[in-house]
């Protein structure tokens, strides 16, 4: 004998079992919306919104950016008009060439070349005789630096004190000149690389190269400032020791 046993219908809640239809009323679960993030309060920046569609609108490369001609607003100059690096930073090359040449002739100065003082060429020597120093085996680039200013500052007060009140000679013109008149001495520095040291080459070398260096600033100083001439011993001395205190450098 079989039991019978009594089994409730079975009720899907979306409605998918056609054979609870008629059992009770159909139970359908609305749609919902697909989440969407809120949109950023700034409409200038599509990056900040998920919505894909008007940031690519937005990024789009159709139009390329499009920028002024002119520098500085109205009336501004375009890149064209610019005057060139050199120019700007007061660096004048063709001066430097020539000053250059005026030294390399100690028989024939030029001093009207110097009246426009610069350190452009100074340093440009000066960077030379240290890197020559340094193929020597000796690193004196700091020694350099720091005796031309004490030279300068020597110079300065020794013209001063014979000139007094009439003494026009700044202490920028006197690094300028002791700079420039430091090319004897760089052209030693190189000379000295293929002589061996301690011998009397090298010895009768940098005195003729000393005494080159000694008469082109003394030159120069007495022929641009005031009352030189009376002083031009006591001038031409104080440059020699500069210029003997730079060689013994090379020398030893």
């Not at 301690?198 to 005494?211: D, H, L, P, Y």
Request: with cysteine; glycine share 10%; proline share 8%.
């Amino acid at each position: 004998m079989s039991k019978e046993f009594n089994v409730p219908p079975v009720v899907f809640p979306s409605g998918g079992n056609p054979a609870t239809v008629a059992s009770g009323p159909q139970q359908r679960r609305l749609p919902t919306a697909p989440f969407q993030p809120p949109r950023s309060s700034n409409p200038g920046l599509p990056f900040l919104s998920f919505d894909v569609n008007s940031a690519a609108a937005s990024t789009s490369f159709s139009a390329a950016p499009q920028f002024p001609s002119t520098i500085g607003g109205v009336g501004g100059t375009g890149f064209d008009d610019e005057p060139p690096l050199l120019e700007e930073l007061g660096i004048n090359t063709k001066q430097i060439y020539q000053k250059t040449l005026s030294i390399l002739n100690p028989f024939r100065i030029n001093h009207y070349l110097h009246e426009d003082a610069d350190l452009s060429g100074p340093f440009l020597f000066l960077m030379a005789f240290g890197l020559f120093q340094l193929l020597a085996g000796k690193l004196h680039f700091g020694i350099i630096l720091g005796w031309v200013t004490m030279a300068s500052m020597f110079l300065y007060a020794v013209f001063n004190m014979l000139a007094g009140k009439n003494g026009n000679l700044d202490m920028y013109k006197c690094l300028s000149l002791i700079g420039y008149c430091m090319l004897p001495i760089v052209m030693l520095s190189a000379v000295s690389l293929f002589l061996p040291q301690g011998g009397m080459a090298i010895m009768v070398i940098t005195g003729v190269f000393v005494i080159w260096s000694t008469r082109v600033c003394t030159g120069l100083v007495v022929e641009l400032a005031n009352c030189g001439d009376e002083h031009r011993g006591l001038i031409a001395y104080a440059c020699f020791l500069i210029y003997m205190l730079f060689s013994l450098l090379v020398i030893f």
